[in-house]
């Protein structure tokens, strides 16, 4: 009860959430009068940073954000127009292939979004697409992300099972490259 009340008390004043995780955590450890835990809190917060495949995550949020504003998504979407120019839907194509560039190279279905929906989707409306399609082939590219190493999906799944994280990544490639054919067949088909 007091664990609730001090969590939702925190939440109200607007405290930020580590620290409204961690002071919940020590207002219920200290209710319940149990010494033990308390001396072994520090113990636990710290561990839980000891994980590199978790510690992976801020830095890929920080890639994408790199991308972004580098400009380095304009070279991106540049290398797949000079693969695939010459197809019919074109523009569609690229906007998958540049997806999935981008998916192997951030592994964040948000930050992956974020690049190309500022990317692609306007250049895809100059190229005569409506707007409509264009939204829809970069959120199918987005789905990209999370089956493609380098997968923060599968990053937290391999910290969290404790299983070997290039296992997970050499899994999910074939699965990753049929998804991204799937997709490619169905603008094919649109096309």
Do not use: C
């Not at 992956?112 to 990317?119: D, G, P």
């Amino acid at each position: 009860m007091i664990a609730g009340l001090s969590f939702t008390v925190l939440l109200l004043m607007g405290a930020p959430i580590a620290f409204l995780l961690v002071a919940t955590t020590l207002i219920l450890i200290i209710a319940s009068g149990n010494g033990v835990l308390l001396t072994g809190f520090p113990q636990q917060l710290f561990a839980g940073i000891e994980s590199y495949s978790l510690l992976t995550l801020p830095l890929f949020i920080l890639l994408g954000e790199l991308v972004g504003a580098g400009g380095n998504g304009h070279r991106l979407f540049a290398l797949a127009a000079a693969l695939i120019w010459p197809l019919r839907a074109g523009l569609a194509y690229i906007n998958l292939l540049a997806n999935l560039m981008m998916a192997s190279v951030l592994g964040s279905t948000v930050a992956q979004l974020t690049v190309m929906s500022r990317l692609a989707v306007p250049e895809m409306e100059r190229g005569g697409y409506p707007k409509d399609v264009s939204a829809s082939v970069t959120a199918a590219g987005g789905l990209l992300a999370p089956v493609l190493p380098p997968s923060m999906n599968l990053i937290v799944f391999a910290a969290v099972a404790q299983l070997p994280v290039d296992q997970l990544f050499r899994a999910s490639l074939l699965p990753g490259l049929a998804l991204a054919a799937g997709f490619a067949a169905v603008i094919a088909w649109l096309g």
